[in-house]
């Protein structure tokens, strides 16, 4: 018999590996933001448009690729991460199959331009269905952008087995914040349709669940930690209160996004009784293990994985989120024994090792009106069973409105504590009482009373509002005034900046610098305002505002004005003065509160909060 077994062509292979590694637009995101990341980016930037089938590009600020690494990313198996096949026991990076470049080749227009930062020039590549239109030399900044055009424009059955726009931009986001919550050190900003959805600045990982999924978390949020030599859990949990049908759960292991779900169900079984049934608690929890002990090589896409012990991991989740939740609300009296007992330094062979019984009450829940539990609880030492409130709260209130059926009524006047903050539209001078009782806490925190009420003040956050009121109102009424300095500074930029930096000339005057343009890529600052810094930080200062102002306009024609003021007073808000006298606190006051928005900084975080006498005193009943 003729033989009759062909190789299949580079070409159809790919587009039938494609047809495992990309499902929808969203497989392209995630494998383009693990690669930014395997790259050593700092910055990400995401664009979609139409969710994706037109345009989804990322663009890093990563070690970039050499000419020839620029073509041959595309090819299948062509990796940069494992050199040996012993690398693939201690996978430390996202890829490693180096197929996702191909597959997405394969099927649809891409656009790569990379440049490391060591070199001169960097390089394009134009490549369609895999095959290779343009590789060639061409000037582009530090890092690689990779822009993915018409998917699946040669594989008309997937195209049109793509759900609506909506639900594909939600695969979309999803897979942004995988991707964002365990990498909170990476900044990371998204724009759809012309327009920036998400501006995720480097933070810790708090911080980044509450700017991608509301500040209404914040105070829901309690940790979880666990320092252990087999393994490190840490991340958040949300209270009890917060379950819902669907909600927040992301789980990471060693720093990978992860879908497990016998370690689902260590987290929910913790929260078995505090939470009614159908519901599920937000979790973001960070599992790291020996690279060694985990096969992430189980599927395309990397999302399953298998665990050498799963049953010794579950143990250990279960027993950190049950003793974040029985610590969860400030209950000096549970004696817990802090650290799991050192049974293991090295897991012997064939020993099972257990994890470590709590003897908390996993079911105490302060906002339980009437505790049900029969466990033995600490509190009831005391004659109490948690918090017992007898004037509900507003999240009470909710679920009793709820259970009577009442469309709307409106809550008690004492729950409504708020200062009033109308502006007023004339004289908005504010009357402030002769002596504000005030202390500093932690160099951060301003207490204070007034009105009656105890606030307390994010110190940063009010100056970050103040500041930016004082650039906004400078850039447009009033502008700064400018002190000649005796020796100007030279500040040193790439020449697109300069350029961009003469054309704001205008703009850095009015905030008080003085700005003259000395050759291509340098400027000198002849003056500066008033009450203005070391040398060094003039120079970071002028970039970010310009990089700051450059993404805004490039991509999502921002605002000119709020742009430069945001960059301005994010930068200049930890440097101000921490106020130590009563004129000083007066003055702070007075002006957080002449802004139209005292309640909140610029970047949407709180500058406030205000402790009622009603909160207090539920506090200590
Ligand atoms: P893998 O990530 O599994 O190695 P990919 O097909 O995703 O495979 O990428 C192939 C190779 O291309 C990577 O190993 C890396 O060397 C290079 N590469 C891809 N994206 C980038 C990027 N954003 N920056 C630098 N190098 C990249
Ligand atoms: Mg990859």
Same mark, same amino acid.
């Given at each position: $018999? ?7 062509p ?10 495992e ?11 383009l933001? =693990? ?31 050499s ?5 041959l ?19 430390c ?15 649809a227009?891409?656009?790569l ?18 095959e ?8 582009a900044?530090?890092g690689?952008?990779?822009a993915?055009?018409n ?6 059955a ?15 986001e ?10 909170h050190?990476i ?26 999924f ?13 320092d252990?030599?087999?393994m490190?859990?840490t991340?958040f ?15 990471f ?16 079984k913790?929260?078995?009784d505090l ?12 599992? =790291? ?5 985990i096969?992430?090589?189980v599927?395309p ?19 950190t ?6 610590? $969860? ?9 802090d650290?799991?007992?050192?049974i ?7 020993v ?13 829940? +302060?906002?339980?009106?009437?505790p ?5 609880? +600490? ?9 017992r409130r ?12 709820k ?29 402030l ?8 806490? %932690? ?11 105890? $606030? ?16 906004v ?17 030279t ?5 697109? %900046? ?18 003259e343009? $000395? ?8 003056a500066?305002?008033?009450d203005?810094e ?13 990089t ?7 991509i ?9 003021? %945001? ?18 606190v ?11 928005? +005292? ?8 500058t ?5 006498a009603?909160?207090?005193?539920h506090?200590?009943?």
């Amino acid at each position: $018999m003729e033989d009759i077994i062909r190789l299949l062509p580079d070409a159809v292979a790919n587009q039938i590996a494609a047809g495992e590694v990309v499902q929808r637009p969203a497989s392209v995101v995630k494998e383009l933001l =693990e690669n930014a990341i395997d790259a050593g980016a700092t910055n990400i930037q995401l664009v979609v448009k139409d969710a994706g089938k037109t345009l989804i590009q990322v663009i890093d600020n990563g070690k970039g690729m050499s000419f020839n690494d620029a073509r041959l990313c595309f090819e299948r198996h062509a990796t940069s991460k494992l050199r040996k096949a012993d690398d693939l026991f201690h996978i430390c990076t996202k890829g490693f199959r180096g197929e996702a470049l191909a597959s997405i080749a394969a099927i649809a227009h891409v656009e790569l331009k990379t440049k490391p930062a060591a070199d001169e020039m960097g390089t394009l590549v134009l490549i369609e269905g895999a095959e290779i239109k343009e590789h060639a030399p061409i000037t582009a900044s530090d890092g690689t952008s990779i822009a993915v055009k018409n998917l699946f424009f040669n594989v008309p059955a997937r195209r049109n087995f793509l759900k609506s726009d909506k639900v594909e931009l939600t695969h979309i986001e999803e897979e942004l914040y995988r991707v964002a919550l365990i990498h909170h050190d990476i900044a990371f900003q998204y724009y759809n349709n012309g327009r920036m959805v998400l501006m995720l600045p480097a933070s810790n990982m708090r911080q980044r669940i509450v700017n991608i999924f509301g500040q209404h978390l914040n105070d829901k949020l309690f940790p979880v930690e666990l320092d252990h030599e087999l393994m490190r859990i840490t991340g958040f949990i949300a209270k009890p209160e917060n379950a819902k049908k669907k909600s927040e759960q992301y789980m990471f292991i060693n720093q990978r996004y992860v879908r497990h779900s016998l370690l689902n169900f260590a987290v929910e079984k913790a929260y078995a009784d505090l939470i009614p049934q159908g519901s599920h608690p937000s979790y973001f929890i960070a599992i =790291e293990i020996d690279p060694s002990t985990i096969d992430v090589n189980v599927s395309p896409t990397k999302v399953e994985v298998k665990l050498q012990d799963d049953r010794l991991i579950f143990g250990f989740l279960n027993s950190t989120v049950k003793k974040s939740l029985g610590t $969860m609300s400030l209950t000096p009296m549970i004696d817990f024994d802090d650290s799991f007992p050192d049974i293991v330094t090295q897991k012997p062979e064939g020993v099972e090792v257990k994890p470590p019984v709590y003897s908390s009450n996993p079911s105490y829940n +302060p906002f339980d009106k009437v505790p049900e539990k029969k466990h033995s609880s +600490p509190f009831q030492q005391f004659g109490g069973g948690g918090f017992r409130r007898e004037t509900p709260t507003s999240n009470d209130w909710e679920n009793f409105l709820k259970e009577l059926n009442v469309e709307k009524v409106e809550y008690p006047k004492e729950e409504q504590q708020t200062v009033d903050f109308q502006p007023e539209t004339e004289h908005n001078e504010l009357e402030l009482p002769e002596i504000i009782p005030f202390f500093v806490f %932690q160099n951060r925190y301003l207490f204070f009373e007034l009105n009656g009420q105890v $606030m307390t003040a994010d110190l940063p956050n009010v100056q970050e509002r103040i500041l930016y009121d004082t650039y906004v109102n400078a850039l447009k009424n009033t502008p700064i005034h400018p002190q000649q300095s005796l020796f100007p500074q030279t500040i040193t930029l790439t020449a697109a %900046q300069t350029d961009l930096a003469v054309s704001l000339k205008e703009d850095f005057l009015r905030l008080g610098y003085e700005l003259e343009q $000395m050759d291509s890529t340098h400027l000198a600052v002849n003056a500066t305002p008033n009450d203005e810094e070391e040398e060094g930080d003039v120079q970071a200062l002028i970039e970010n505002v310009l990089t700051t102002y450059q993404t805004n306009q490039v991509i999502h024609k921002g605002d000119k004005i709020s742009g430069i003021a %945001q960059s301005m007073a994010r930068q200049k808000r930890s440097k101000q003065r921490v106020p130590a006298t009563q004129e000083e606190v007066k003055a702070l006051i007075r002006k957080l509160f002449e802004s139209d928005m +005292p309640t909140l900084s610029p970047s949407g975080k709180s500058t406030l909060h205000i402790f009622g006498a009603e909160e207090l005193r539920h506090y200590f009943e």
